[in-house]
């Protein structure tokens, strides 16, 4: 095993003890990102300099923080003082911030070293990440796959080893669809647990940062570095932040599960609905009971569409003018659906909105937390920006294929990706593990558990990427995505 393969959790306590420099381990994260790279197209700036020079300072000091001489990959939406962050646009192709995004701040704070940025669609608008700037990320278990999206290039970096943890950002999934994708764990936290002081509007559930990582115990760890209080985001709220790292040890066998293979009736292909019901019924052997609570969120593709309408207008405004003709068609499909829609339209999908969280939230008095499939479809070529039906019937816009993530984005609830290992066309299949508002720290314990136990069993541990045929596989990842 390489240096780059550890989990973050190891890499830092062979550190502490004196068994692994922080140089070693970023030079071996350097070295995969110059093997891999040329295949999958994740890490579209590197900072090898940068993060060399970092790695030698953290040798030489006392430890800073819980992220100390480990290398962390940052989507490319997040601002790095001094590094390139495009946003996936030729608009900001040379764009070099002055500073750093709070999230970024609070990763270099922690003493975490910024290794590189990682690819998004442009603007990271759309669940394939593919753009006019960089072109595409192919999927590291088929790179003629989408990988997901938008934050795409950090599920991807992950998986291969390029850093141990990677930033990345959800507003209808982007943390959890990739994840599922590439057969590693993504955190959707309680809104308001990590800030996000760029957000355009003062109280949403949506725009929520987090983090991505290959087990668990390293996504809770980045968590906790990135979560947090400050006065620029009116959302934050007070808390615990270095909990969130120190789990509990949960029995599987005591956990009430629910299970919803479709949240009451949403798209769900027939291929991820027969790999779900196994997955299920090797997990009920080792959970507490299992159930099918009364679930119905067949409402909240709709709201979504009308609330994210909404909160375009709020964040392209200014910039709608000046788009050209190969601009993200799925920014311009929410722009102009939300500068036609009544605001009577809007008004009472927010009230909709409330309603299902309350009558959501209430599923967990009786269950621990809800398992459901993460994503509709298996991985598509990433030549298409979005699969055209889903077994037959048509996609009405570029979000109607993610309601299974899309519609816990509407009602304000944590959910963590978790690997459940490949489906039965050789890509990763990725349980979404739901639980109640604002219990976070619990969630992730129980989905640590869920993780351990799954591990046991081939058939559902996580999958690995074949790294030896990655680096010698030739791919048109790179193409421009203005040709897609």
């Known amino acids: 095993m390489e240096p780059c393969d550890l989990t973050a959790v190891e890499a830092r ?3 502490d003890a004196g068994e692994l420099s922080s140089v070693a381990l970023t030079t071996s994260c350097l ?7 040329p295949a999958v197209n994740a890490m579209v700036t590197r900072a090898g300099e940068q993060a060399l020079a970092a790695a030698h300072s953290a040798d030489r000091t006392a430890p800073m923080g819980p992220l100390h001489g480990l290398p962390v990959a940052i989507k490319d939406l997040q601002p790095t003082a001094g590094l390139r962050t495009t946003y996936g646009s030729p608009s900001h192709a040379d764009h070099v911030p002055d500073a750093d995004a709070g999230i970024v701040a609070r990763v270099r704070a922690a003493g975490g070293i910024v290794i590189g940025k990682t ?7 759309g669940a394939n990440t593919i753009n006019p700037l960089f072109g595409a990320t192919g999927n590291p278990f088929g790179v003629e796959l989408t990988c997901g999206g938008s934050s795409g290039g950090s599920a991807v970096a ?9 930033t990345g950002s959800d507003h209808g999934g982007s943390l959890r669809i990739p994840a599922a994708y590439c057969g590693v764990v993504g955190f959707r936290a309680t809104p308001g647990v990590v800030p996000h002081e760029l957000r355009n509007v003062t109280q949403t559930f949506y725009s929520v940062q987090g983090p991505m990582a290959r087990t668990v115990a390293d996504t809770a760890l980045l968590l906790s570095v990135i979560a947090g209080r400050t006065r620029r985001d009116p959302m934050a709220f007070p808390l615990d932040n270095a909990a969130l790292a120190r789990l509990d040890t949960i029995d599987p066998g005591g956990l009430r599960i629910g299970l919803s293979e479709d949240l009451g009736g949403l798209l769900v292909s027939s291929t991820i609905r027969k790999t779900f019901r196994d997955r299920v019924d ?8 299992t ?8 409402a909240a593709p709709e709201v979504d569409w009308r609330v994210r309408a909404d909160l375009f207008v709020a964040q392209y405004a200014d910039d709608a003018g000046g788009w050209d003709d190969d601009f993200n068609p799925n920014i311009r499909q929410s722009y102009d659906s939300a500068m036609a829609m009544p605001m009577a339209d809007i008004a009472m999908a927010r009230r909709t909105q409330m309603e299902l969280y309350q009558s959501f939230q209430a599923i967990f008095d009786e269950i621990d937390v809800l398992i459901t499939p993460t994503v509709s479809v298996p991985p598509f070529p990433w030549t298409q920006r979005n699969p055209a ?4 019937e048509p996609i009405e816009n570029y979000m109607a294929w993610l309601a299974l993530t899309s519609s816990i984005s509407v009602v304000g609830h944590p959910a963590v990706a978790l690997p459940c290992g490949l489906d039965g066309h050789g890509t990763p299949f990725g349980i979404q593990v739901i639980g109640p508002a604002y219990e976070d720290r619990r969630l992730l314990s129980i989905a640590r558990a869920l993780e351990a136990a799954l591990a046991d069993d081939p058939v559902t541990a996580r999958p690995v990427p074949d790294i030896e045929a990655l680096a010698s596989t030739e791919s048109p990842c790179r193409e421009l995505g203005r040709t897609i």
């Open 13 to 15: 306590r062979r550190m």
């Open 31 to 37: 070295d995969r990102i110059q093997a891999v790279d």
């Open 119 to 125: 690819n998004i669609p442009e603007f990271s608008i």
């Open 158 to 166: 992950v998986s291969t080893g390029m850093a141990p943890l990677a």
């Open 282 to 289: 090797r997990l009920s052997r080792v959970v507490g009971s």
């Open 291 to 298: 159930t099918e609570p009364d679930v119905d969120l067949r």
């Open 389 to 392: 039906d889903v077994d037959g």
